[in-house]
T-cell receptor, first 110, second 112 residues
Framework: NAGVTQTPKFRVLKTGQSMTLLCAQDMNHEYMYWYRQDPGMGLRLIHYSVGEGTTAKGEVPDGYNVSRLKKQNFLLGLESAAPSQTSVYFC?????????FGPGTRLLVL | AQSVTQLDSQVPVFEEAPVELRCNYSSSVSVYLFWYVQYPNQGLQLLLKYLSGSTLVKGINGFEAEFNKSQTSFHLRKPSVHISDTAEYFCAVRNNFNKFYFGSGTKLNVKP
């Protein structure tokens, strides 16, 4: 099992550009999450999904969109990147009780 | 919404000394509590979890935590730390809808 994987590992964007972060899990988990991690703020939930075809907003959803067309994949999109979206993004999946995290994606928006 | 407070942003400690990392959560009917560790440039790994049963929970790497309902706390402890324990530690709480709320993290710095 690869567990939870994230693509890409690192990306630099210019303000206004768009991109998609991919999260994949091979554990058949129902729940998937996208977080951003900023210094001194812990992890903040952006969006999450309770199953294939479903998505819901978390604490900080503005500027992001998500899709869960397949159970194993959870995509995070930035339509028009802003410097405030410079962060480390973590994906997680969960069967119910415990979350399993990916290695993270570092995003720098100039 | 649930909230988690980690009062100490940084904890310096000497090797082989004991350590306690504090975590308090907002009260709720059902409480599921977790501690995660994050080593530099890595994702989060589960250290231990409390779902029900014994209030003293043992985790990996010699860590343990005690659930205290009256004080709404879930402090993490280790009797003797190693250099390799240097990392950031996050406390988290899960609600009945499988949403997780994280504290702001505590950086443990173990000095030789």
């Amino acid at each position: 099992n690869a567990g939870v994987t994230q693509t890409p590992k690192f990306r630099v964007l210019k303000t206004g550009q768009s991109m998609t972060l991919l999260c994949a899990q091979d554990m058949n988990h129902e729940y998937m999450y996208w977080y951003r991690q900023d210094p001194g703020m812990g992890l903040r939930l952006i969006h999450y999904s309770v199953g294939e075809g479903t998505t819901a907003k978390g604490e900080v959803p503005d500027g992001y969109n998500v899709s869960r067309l397949k159970k194993q994949n959870f995509l995070l999109g930035l339509e028009s990147a802003a410097p405030s979206q410079t962060s480390v993004y973590f994906c997680a999946s969960s069967p119910k009780e415990t979350q399993y995290f990916g290695p993270g994606t570092r995003l720098l928006v100039l | 919404a649930q909230s988690v407070t980690q009062l100490d942003s940084q904890v310096p400690v000497f090797e082989e000394a004991p350590v306690e990392l504090r975590c308090n959560y907002s009260s709720s009917v059902s409480v599921y509590l977790f501690w995660y560790v994050q080593y530099p440039n890595q994702g989060l790994q589960l250290l231990l979890k409390y779902l029900s049963g014994s209030t003293l929970v043992k985790g990996i790497n010699g860590f343990e935590a005690e659930f205290n309902k009256s004080q709404t706390s879930f402090h993490l402890r280790k009797p003797s730390v190693h250099i390799s324990d240097t990392a950031e530690y996050f406390c988290a709480v899960r609600n009945n809808f499988n949403k997780f709320y994280f504290g702001s993290g505590t950086k443990l710095n173990v000095k030789p």
